[in-house]
């Protein structure tokens, strides 16, 4: 399994490229623009293409992690536009500069399930008809209070999607223990894996998010932690680092780093401590 992180694109694409390799990752993720602003500003052609042409010297993936913004189940139309959007402007700009995919997170809850069932539909294969082929739509799974907290969300829009082929997940280890899947033994993460494949499929596992939990088991609290230093602990990301079944897959650390900058190379370093090659 591939083990990198994600990294900013301040100044540039050359220098997430920079903030990659100095720390040691084998992939990296990055924004499409500001996390937290509707319009996706992307890059000039020229630094698309030297990016394109650039980035699989460096590393095995690259791949998008799109803005907070977006919910599928808005309840007001204007937002719900601006999420469908900011989507299809993400995944058009991923196929620019070779990046696969677009991980995001699929928006609210409503009375606590999966609300707006036909419109979450609607704009799923809207999204998907009005975008590059190449460009898969990945659904990360939550820490519990938003849509896919429960793996049984993310299974409902794998199969609400109109093209199978072009969407996946992403597994974050922060997200499930925040959401009540105790995966710290080794015992408790078999188990969440058999629910994978019984409700998802492994093959739809696209890639994992692996970050230590600031808060308790079933906390409902979206807060990433240094790996070991959380209430997850380091034997877990073993248990994921070392499953054959991710083999080739990337993985990507989100965490607030050791000096407070993000990811970092003693993030890195552990990880790659604890997988066997």
């Known amino acids: 399994m591939h083990i990198g992180a994600h990294v900013s694109t301040s100044g540039g694409l050359k220098n997430a490229i920079e903030g990659g390799t100095s720390i040691g990752a084998e992939a990296i993720q990055i924004f499409p623009s500001a996390p937290l602003q509707w319009k996706i500003r992307g890059w000039d052609d020229k630094q698309c293409s030297w990016f394109k ?11 998008f992690h799109g803005i907070y913004l977006t919910n599928l189940a808005a309840s007001d139309e ?33 009375n606590g399930e999966i609300g707006n069932h036909n419109q979450v539909k609607n704009v ?18 939550s820490a519990g209070s938003t849509m ?29 223990f925040a959401a009540g899947y105790d995966i710290k033994s080794k015992d408790g993460y078999e188990a969440y ?16 998010h692996l970050n230590d939990s600031k808060f308790e088991l079933g906390a409902k609290r979206d807060r990433h932690e240094n790996i070991g230093e959380g209430h997850i602990g380091t034997e877990t990301f073993g248990f994921v680092l070392n499953d054959p079944r991710w083999d080739g897959l990337a993985s990507y650390l989100e965490v607030p780093g050791f000096e407070d900058k993000g990811p970092d190379k003693q993030n890195i370093d552990i990880l790659k401590r604890l997988r066997t090659d």
């Open 193 to 208: 894996i058999s629910e994978v494949e019984r409700l998802i499929g492994l093959d739809k596992v696209f890639c994992w």
């Open 53 to 63: 042409d650039e980035w699989p010297k460096h590393f095995k993936q690259v791949i």
């Open 78 to 110: 204007s937002n719900l536009l601006k999420t469908k959007n900011a989507l299809v402007e993400t995944l058009r700009l991923a196929q620019k500069i070779g990046v696969v995919g677009t991980i995001f997170h699929p928006g609210s809850y409503v």
């Open 148 to 176: 896919g907290g429960k793996l049984e969300d993310l299974a409902w829009l794998l199969n609400s999607s109109s093209d199978n082929s072009r969407v996946g997940v992403c597994l974050d280890t922060c997200h499930a």
């Open 124 to 141: 799923i294969y809207e999204i998907l008809a009005e975008t590059p082929s190449e460009s898969k739509l990945i659904f990360e799974n």
